[in-house]
């Protein structure tokens, strides 16, 4: 049996506040995807199947029961015991949280007392670009403010993350740009931000991305269902400048993502939410992510957001993959048991530690003696 019992999750997103109804529970198990075709179901998927599987005997149901009672259980609870239930049964130790989404989603602090976990803070550097923008008058007041911001910002997260510069040219040309170039980019983004533009420009991303490798901490790449080997031009400019790339949810080319990890030291990779989403088939997908790179560069997220749930199903399905995986390596001969569960503690866990260099009080404080009960509290300043 091979046993990972404690995790990082090394990107995810916090959970909604209020309770839900079936409709905006069920959006959640897809989200950022169109509403339902009409007569369907949001739970007649691999994610829905698996919130039925592993979800309800942590709230006193039977594996499997029918969305309607699941969901009757978690009113009767609330929302807090539910969260504070599903997380801490989670066996994530560690979350990494993306500050930079929209609506009312718990923060570190927040996450890490309902988990009885620990926390940190990833920088979303588009939105940090956005409200430096909002501040500054001019565009040498804005460009100065964002490095002072991207390197005030590194003293207390523990990661930047970019969602936007992978789509804005990075992968066409890979080298900073040059400081005329900026400047001219920075004039024509802030003319249009007074009507709430993000930040859209590709030699202003580029420059975004360049001043947080300069920062010093790992910076995380969405890659999404772009081919991550067209990063390899970024990935070489910035070997030996002492800051790790982490390439996330780059399903289905996992391949490449793990090809790319293995050809540059300081390349990272993860297979995020793709794992909850492929369900029953996650262990096909994991074992081709193992096939490539060497196995100190991978690691494990949730991608999680909205609902506590789906930590709970990337965690489970990962583990069970995991040891699916790893087993029949054993079972074969071809791996030693030793070996296995020295690898599925590096990838759940290990990697991360490494990377982030977090260390056992390097994070939003577990939950304080006589508050164990306690959620959703005020967000603390992140500080290492």
Same mark, same amino acid.
């Given at each position: 049996m091979i046993?990972?019992?404690?995790?990082?999750?090394?990107?995810?997103?916090?959970?909604?506040?209020?309770?839900?109804?079936?409709?905006?529970?069920?959006?959640?198990?897809?989200p950022g995807s169109a509403?339902?075709?009409?007569?369907?179901?949001?739970?007649?998927?691999?994610? /829905?199947?698996?919130?039925?599987?592993?979800?309800?005997?942590?709230?006193?149901?039977?594996?499997?029961?029918?969305?309607?009672?699941?969901?009757?259980?978690?009113?009767?609870? /609330?929302?807090? %015991?539910?969260?504070?239930?599903?997380?801490?049964?989670?066996?994530?130790?560690?979350?990494?949280?993306?500050t930079g989404l929209p609506g009312d989603l718990t923060g570190p602090a927040e996450l890490a007392a309902t988990g009885d976990a620990a926390a940190h803070e990833i920088v979303?550097? %588009?939105?940090?670009?956005?409200?430096?923008?909002?501040?500054?008058?001019?565009?040498?007041s804005f460009l100065a403010n964002l490095a002072e911001a991207v390197h005030g910002a590194a003293a207390g997260a523990v990661a930047f993350t970019s969602v936007a510069g992978v789509r804005g040219g990075l992968a066409a040309v890979p080298e900073p740009p040059g400081p005329g170039e900026v400047r001219g980019a920075a004039g024509r983004w802030l003319a249009r931000r007074a009507a709430g533009t993000a930040v859209d420009d590709p030699v202003l991303l580029r420059h975004l991305l360049w001043v947080a490798v300069g920062a010093g901490r790992p910076l995380q790449l969405h890659v999404g269902d772009r081919d991550p080997g067209a990063l390899a031009g970024f990935a070489a400019a910035t070997g030996g400048l002492?800051?790790?790339?982490?390439?996330?949810?780059?399903?289905?080319?996992?391949?490449?993502?793990?090809?790319?990890? /293995?050809?540059?030291?300081?390349?990272?990779?993860?297979?995020?939410?793709?794992?909850?989403?492929?369900?029953?088939?996650?262990?096909?997908?994991?074992?081709?992510?193992?096939?490539?790179a060497p196995f100190g560069k991978l690691l494990f997220s949730s991608g999680a957001r909205g609902l506590p749930e789906l930590h709970v199903v990337a965690a489970s399905v990962f583990r069970g993959a995991l040891a699916r995986v790893l087993g029949e390596w054993v079972g074969d001969g071809a791996w030693s048991r030793t070996d296995a569960q020295r690898i599925a503690g590096l990838i759940a866990e290990g990697n991360a530690r490494r990377v982030y260099r977090l260390g056992a009080a390097d994070a939003y404080p577990l939950t304080a003696p006589g508050t164990a009960g306690r959620a959703w509290g005020r967000r603390q300043p992140c500080g290492r």
């Amino acid at each position: 049996m091979i046993d990972t019992p404690s995790l990082v999750d090394q990107y995810c997103h916090g959970v909604l506040r209020a309770e839900l109804g079936l409709g905006t529970f069920e959006r959640q198990l897809a989200p950022g995807s169109a509403p339902a075709a009409a007569g369907t179901t949001f739970f007649d998927t691999q994610t /829905g199947f698996a919130v039925r599987r592993w979800c309800p005997p942590l709230l006193g149901l039977e594996p499997h029961c029918p969305p309607a009672r699941y969901l009757a259980r978690r009113r009767e609870l /609330g929302v807090l %015991e539910t969260g504070r239930r599903l997380l801490r049964a989670s066996g994530i130790t560690t979350y990494l949280v993306d500050t930079g989404l929209p609506g009312d989603l718990t923060g570190p602090a927040e996450l890490a007392a309902t988990g009885d976990a620990a926390a940190h803070e990833i920088v979303r550097l %588009e939105l940090l670009a956005q409200q430096v923008a909002d501040t500054s008058g001019t565009v040498d007041s804005f460009l100065a403010n964002l490095a002072e911001a991207v390197h005030g910002a590194a003293a207390g997260a523990v990661a930047f993350t970019s969602v936007a510069g992978v789509r804005g040219g990075l992968a066409a040309v890979p080298e900073p740009p040059g400081p005329g170039e900026v400047r001219g980019a920075a004039g024509r983004w802030l003319a249009r931000r007074a009507a709430g533009t993000a930040v859209d420009d590709p030699v202003l991303l580029r420059h975004l991305l360049w001043v947080a490798v300069g920062a010093g901490r790992p910076l995380q790449l969405h890659v999404g269902d772009r081919d991550p080997g067209a990063l390899a031009g970024f990935a070489a400019a910035t070997g030996g400048l002492g800051t790790d790339l982490v390439l996330l949810h780059e399903y289905p080319h996992h391949r490449h993502a793990a090809r790319l990890a /293995g050809h540059f030291p300081h390349v990272y990779a993860d297979l995020g939410p793709v794992v909850a989403r492929t369900g029953a088939r996650a262990a096909a997908v994991l074992a081709e992510f193992l096939e490539l790179a060497p196995f100190g560069k991978l690691l494990f997220s949730s991608g999680a957001r909205g609902l506590p749930e789906l930590h709970v199903v990337a965690a489970s399905v990962f583990r069970g993959a995991l040891a699916r995986v790893l087993g029949e390596w054993v079972g074969d001969g071809a791996w030693s048991r030793t070996d296995a569960q020295r690898i599925a503690g590096l990838i759940a866990e290990g990697n991360a530690r490494r990377v982030y260099r977090l260390g056992a009080a390097d994070a939003y404080p577990l939950t304080a003696p006589g508050t164990a009960g306690r959620a959703w509290g005020r967000r603390q300043p992140c500080g290492r």
